[in-house]
């Protein structure tokens, strides 16, 4: 091709050709500083973790059930952390599921269209408030109005900042699920009518069904967001390491853990300060774990149709 | 025998027809009663929305003067301002806006424009949709590790800007491809048509139209970046700043300074987060007089980012 050009343009073609080549290079460059995002954030986590775990024995790390790093006499034991942070995230599945499940099969099987137009702003803009503003309402306002109907319940307890956690990541899980259910063929639907079915039994007997892998799969990318938060648990929760089922009791999570070391002032290269790298790494492999079940379950779903 | 069958059959028929009306009228009543349940629990969110809302104003709105705007923190909560904190946001995003916006845009643009198939691009793709999922603070723990010791930024808001602007790559990488697979391939190939080459056809055709949807991306990722607190206290920012960064602009030559880019900061939610830490209802105040500033900063930017969407997909009929 490059022979049949007339040669009085060749020279301006070969100009374009570079700067095509030059733009290509720039944005392919941009694309991969992804990649590089996420080796450095592996890299960081592990070499930290390392200095770490040439001080405390990963056996200790896992099986001690005390966190105390910072007293005189510390004790790296992840448990009461795991303990909280699973603690919490149960209790946001437990108010995040029903919830997200029902607005989902609301919005994609009854709502009328209007309705829905309407309500998804509103549910996007509870998405979009700071979490910092949550951790506040839950200490200040969910805390107050649960102690009405739990006496003994103390200012800091991990059942409130996990209800508010789990009405915060409602929006998440149930547009998830949304989509898993509109991806359901309308053809199934039409059967379903045909045989002389009602909303509520297409609803519940076929759609649910067809998408129920990708449900499952809102469920858990749910649990990953809630296990990832922050700032209402930081701020709630109390930040004491307590190896507790009960949700009325104060908790630390790993989060939480991580907000307390950095507000104080550790020096760099010091245990605590490793610490919390090793604790960053075991949240990152729990989150990595939750959305590789979750792609598994939805890889599940698009087989299926 | 068949005879007899059929007699009763017809017989039995007006009570048959009887049953199923009830049987119908119940399950109908069924969808009702769900639908309404489907509708209360929709409205828990608004219902939030507005419960968390209202009580902010009532805890802090008396505190919302322009004294509060103007001061900066203090000892006596009276006299506590949020000074410091704004302006450190405003200089923070800034940063990550002028890093972070046409990374992820560039990003998006290749793999969606140019990116071939094959391993690189998958590679890329697994990790865009990795950091989507990676907690916040995890990117607080990478920028204390890289930025601030690593490279030696310090707790500067050069390495918080760094920091956000990462957080927030996913979420543009994936509104950007959104709205540039959504501009038709007959406007692509009438522009290679007249010899255009592709970053021309990119530049001067694929990117004007998918503006609207790259802005809304944008938009939605900046007002998270604004309201994250997690990372920015990760790299130390500090909760009590009582002095303002170096102004940016000055009167002698160059006029133009970047000394402010290595100066410690707080920002608005840290602000907040420190203030809702202390005992006392008079700190909860200016806690929730600084909520309310960032409740309607994020809300007003979404609230534009779906307006401009919900224009988009009226407006556009290819």
């Not at chain 1, 510390?74 to 699973?86: H, S």
Request: net charge neutral.
């Amino acid at each position: 091709m490059a022979l049949a050009r007339p040669s009085l343009i060749r020279p301006r073609v070969h100009h374009r050709d570079v700067k095509e080549r030059v733009v290509e290079a720039i944005l392919f460059l941009c694309a991969v500083s992804a990649v590089a995002v996420t080796t450095a954030i592996v890299v960081v986590l592990v070499i930290e973790s390392f200095g770490f775990f040439l001080h405390v024995s990963v056996w200790e790390f896992l099986t001690d059930t005390m966190w105390t790093p910072l007293f005189a006499e510390p004790r790296y034991g992840i448990l009461p952390l795991l303990c909280g942070t699973l603690l919490s995230a149960g209790v946001a599945l437990f108010v995040a599921v029903p919830l997200g499940l029902m607005v989902a099969l609301y919005l994609s099987e009854f709502a009328p269209v209007r309705v829905r137009e309407t309500v998804k702003p509103f549910l996007e803009m509870l998405e979009g408030i700071p979490t910092v503003v949550y951790g506040y309402f839950a200490l200040l306002f969910v805390t107050p109005l649960l102690q009405n109907f739990i006496p003994n319940l103390p200012g800091f307890n991990v059942l409130s900042p996990g209800i508010v956690i789990g009405i915060m990541i409602v929006p998440y899980v149930g547009s998830v699920s949304e989509d898993a259910m509109r991806a359901v063929p309308n053809a199934l639907r039409e059967a379903s009518y045909a045989c002389g079915a009602t909303r509520l039994q297409t609803t519940l007997r076929v759609v649910m069904p067809a998408a129920a892998s990708g449900i499952a799969a809102s469920f858990v990318l749910g649990i990953a967001r809630a296990t990832g938060e922050t700032m209402v648990v930081a701020i709630a929760a109390g930040q004491q390491p307590n190896l507790t089922f009960d949700p009325r009791e104060p908790a630390a999570t790993i989060t939480a853990y991580i907000v307390q070391v950095a507000l104080g002032d550790l020096p760099h290269g010091s245990i605590g300060y490793q610490s919390i790298f090793a604790a960053g790494l075991v949240l990152l492999l729990i989150t990595l774990l939750f959305n590789v079940l979750a792609h598994l379950l939805r890889a599940r779903l698009r087989e299926a149709y | 025998m068949t005879s007899v069958a059929q007699r009763l059959a017809l017989e039995a028929l007006p009570q048959y027809t009887a049953e199923v009306r009830t049987n119908v009228a119940r399950r109908r009543r069924w969808d009702l009663v769900f639908a309404v349940v489907g509708l209360l629990a929709t409205s828990v969110g608004v219902v939030t929305l507005v419960a968390l809302f209202v009580d902010l104003i009532l805890d802090g709105y008396h505190r919302l003067t322009p004294d509060f705007f103007f001061s900066f923190p203090s000892r006596r909560a009276a006299e506590a301002g949020i000074l410091s904190a704004w302006v450190g946001t405003c200089l923070v995003m800034f940063v990550t806006a002028v890093i972070g916006v046409p990374l992820a845009v560039s990003a998006g643009i290749y793999l969606e424009e140019y990116a071939p198939r094959n391993w690189m691009t998958a590679l890329i793709e697994i990790n865009v949709s990795n950091l989507a999922a990676v907690p916040s603070i995890v990117y607080g723990l990478l920028a204390l590790g890289l930025f601030v010791y690593t490279l030696g930024f310090g707790q500067s808001i050069l390495s918080a800007g760094l920091t956000l602007a990462m957080m927030i790559m996913p979420i543009i990488v994936v509104a950007t491809r959104e709205a540039v697979r959504a501009v038709p391939h007959s406007i692509r190939e009438a522009a290679y048509a007249v010899g255009a080459t592709r970053w021309q056809v990119t530049r001067d055709h694929v990117l004007p139209y998918s503006i609207p949807g790259i802005a809304t991306g944008v938009i939605i990722g900046l007002a998270r970046a604004i309201g994250e607190t997690a990372p920015l206290i990760t790299i130390g920012a500090l909760t009590f700043i009582a002095y303002l960064p170096d102004s940016p602009i000055s009167t002698t030559p160059p006029f133009v300074s970047f000394d402010w880019l290595w100066s410690g900061f707080t920002v608005l939610p840290i602000q907040m987060f420190n203030w809702v830490s202390r005992p006392g209802t008079a700190f909860h105040a200016n806690a929730a007089a600084a909520g309310i500033v960032i409740v309607l900063l994020t809300l007003v930017m979404n609230g534009f980012a779906i307006y401009l969407r919900y224009r988009l997909r009226r407006r556009i009929n290819w």
